[in-house]
Nanobody
Framework: QVQLVESGGGLVQAGGSLRLSCAAS????????MGWFRQAPGKEREFVAA????????NYADSVKGRFTISRDNAKNTVYLQMNSLKPEDTAVYYC????????????????WGQGTQVTVSS
């Protein structure tokens, strides 16, 4: 069993930055791929970014590439999402997820999910 807890969300003006954190407990996630997804009201959940267990490989949605950076600190059992140049269309609930294998953009590949943290970007 892995428990994931996101933090760092909030209200920010367009062009600003936020850093989301996802702290894992129950088991170490050093051998897990980690991902971030988001869901805006009335829309389906969408992939944002993912990182391999070693941190050596990453994958980003086209909509965030160049603005967001995913990273991890396995010693702290934590994954991060640095969000820069935020836009109103980034407004969503952001979810952290852990995968026993890989670092896929597909929701179905992830085994554990956090409760989500709200990010609101005002124009």
């Amino acid at each position: 069993q892995v428990q994931l807890v996101e933090s760092g969300g909030g209200l920010v003006q367009a062009g600003g930055s936020l850093r989301l954190s996802c702290a894992a407990s129950g088991r170490t996630v050093s051998n897990y791929g980690m991902g971030w997804f988001r869901q805006a009201p009335g829309k389906e959940r969408e992939f944002v970014a993912a990182i391999s267990w070693s941190g050596g490989s990453t994958n980003y949605a086209d909509s965030v590439k160049g603005r967001f950076t995913i990273s991890r600190d396995n010693a702290k059992n934590t994954v991060y999402l640095q969000m820069n140049s935020l836009k109103p269309e980034d407004t969503a609930v952001y979810y952290c997820a852990a995968a026993r294998s890989g670092y896929s953009s597909r929701e179905s590949r992830y085994d554990y999910w956090g409760q989500g943290t709200q990010v609101t970007v005002s124009s």
